[in-house]
């Protein structure tokens, strides 16, 4: 099955270095256009989200450090139970196929089960078999952070973008509006740069080539015809009766 590319007709991309700083730069432009009431714009999105709730785990090193627990025990525990390790390799008909452990869906979003699972050792001072519950050793904390970060060309970035109201097509034409709207943007694009691409970007690209394919044949038969002539007037007279056809044409 053939799956073709959807363009979506409104994007703008913002690049730049600061992270927190593109999506605030993001948020504010997107608010701008909203109150610039452009018409043809369905609704202005944002690709990323800074809200993405986390929660943290702190170790205490000390603590870890006279149980003879590493910071990396306690990582690998827990990345086990959630996304799984693997166990052993299954075989059926020419095919391998990993087996992987890890805690079935109700445990993995319980704070109770993954925390207060034991973290089973050997002490390497003596050898002893160590037990002890992850939880007695961390300290946990919710944060928020982004739910990606996206990049183009080594460089983070993020999209603002929007489909068509029903009844529009001209997604150029609705681009160039929200361009010169944003000459009176007042906030500070320091630090950021905006590109406005989509269908529009994707228009100018076929164009581009569809110019250069059209020059290029245009070569290619004024060669063949200075190979037809053995000469290099005459291709010279068609090629400028060509252009002259053209002109005709078109006006």
Do not use: C, W
Request: glycine residues 8%.
């Amino acid at each position: 099955m053939i799956r073709i590319k959807s363009v979506i007709p409104i994007n703008i991309e913002i690049t730049g270095d600061d992270y927190s700083n593109l999506i605030d730069k993001a948020e504010k432009i997107t608010e701008f256009i909203n109150k610039s009431n452009i018409p043809g714009i369905e609704e202005l999105k944002i690709d990323v989200n800074k809200s993405r709730a986390i929660n943290l785990v702190h170790i205490d090193r000390k603590k870890a450090g006279a149980l003879g627990i590493s910071s990396g025990q306690v990582g690998q525990q827990l990345r086990a139970a959630l996304f799984g390790a693997k166990a052993g390799v299954y075989k059926e008909d020419g095919e391998d196929y990993d087996i992987n452990i890890r805690f079935n869906k109700k445990d993995r979003y319980s704070e109770n089960a993954l925390y207060n699972q034991n973290l089973i050792f050997k002490d390497p001072s003596n050898g002893s078999i160590k037990e002890f519950p992850i939880s007695s050793i961390i300290t946990t904390s919710l944060s928020t952070t982004f739910s990606e970060i996206r990049h183009k060309n080594f460089k983070r970035i993020v999209t603002i973008y929007s489909g068509l109201s029903s009844g529009y097509t001209d997604a150029g034409a609705i681009v160039s509006q929200i361009e010169n709207e944003m000459i009176n943007f007042q906030g500070d694009l320091k630090g950021v740069n905006i590109d406005y691409t989509g269908k529009i970007y994707e228009q100018n690209k076929n164009q581009k080539f569809l110019t250069s394919a059209f020059f290029t044949g245009l070569f290619l038969i004024f060669l063949l015809l200075i190979f037809q002539f053995n000469s290099i007037s005459k291709p010279i007279i068609i090629m400028i009766a060509i252009f002259l056809s053209f002109i005709g044409a078109i006006n």
